[in-house]
């Protein structure tokens, strides 16, 4: 079989990465931000019900960190930007 370059191949892989590719925003514990901040954030950013957005808090403050949102890089990212904009340490894996 002869694989070639064809057009708009580059991009098709860009795109099939993001459907198959699962990432994650992990959330940081730091001594500044209080559980009520962060679980208004998960709420409000993430759309966490309460009792979700209380557990992920309490295992990011006794873990150090935690996977609060799964999903493509690009519906992520702007969810990161949100709670880093509220000075909450966030990264996507």
Known sequence: MNASYQPGQEEDIEILEDIIVENKIIIHNDNVNTFEWVIDTLMEVCRHGFEQAEQCAYIIHNRG??????????????????????GIDATIE
């Open 65 to 86: 960190k935690y996977a609060v949102k799964h999903g493509t890089y690009k519906t992520l990212k702007p969810m990161k930007e949100a709670i880093v904009e509220r």
